[in-house]
Nanobody, 124 residues
Framework: QVQLVESGGGSVQAGGSLRLACTAS????????MAWFRQVPGEERERVAA???????SYKDSVKGRFTISLDKAKNTLYLQMNSLKPEDAAMYYC??????????????????WGQGTQVTVSS
């Protein structure tokens, strides 16, 4: 059974940094995509960053240059380094994984696996 468990959320002041981690278990596929999504109550969930097992990454425009997604395949752990955080980055952050996506790893998560989420709060 596949499980994704996020950690690393918390409360920071604007301009601060956080690193989120998502540890996967039971996921034995050699080729897949993983991504970080975020959601604010009352708004649609949005994809923040994605990465393939081949290292190709994609980012939401508003986080480019501030966030970095990485994947440690040996540890089965996905990371999101978030720097220069802004109040508008505050949300519940979720990691997701899928075997079926495009080359940029931007699709296919609806039928994939999801973690339970970790809250990020940014105060101004």
């Amino acid at each position: 059974q596949v499980q994704l468990v996020e950690s690393g959320g918390g409360s920071v002041q604007a301009g601060g940094s956080l690193r989120l981690a998502c540890t996967a278990s039971g996921y034995t596929y050699s080729s897949y995509c993983m991504a970080w999504f975020r959601q604010v109550p009352g708004e649609e969930r949005e994809r923040v960053a994605a990465i393939s097992t081949y290292g190709r990454t994609s980012y939401k425009d508003s986080v480019k240059g501030r966030f970095t997604i990485s994947l440690d395949k040996a540890k089965n752990t996905l990371y999101l380094q978030m720097n220069s955080l802004k109040p508008e980055d505050a949300a519940m952050y979720y990691c997701a994984a899928t075997r079926f996506s495009n080359v940029y790893c931007t699709t296919g998560y609806e039928s994939g696996y999801w973690g339970q989420g970790t809250q990020v709060t940014v105060s101004s």
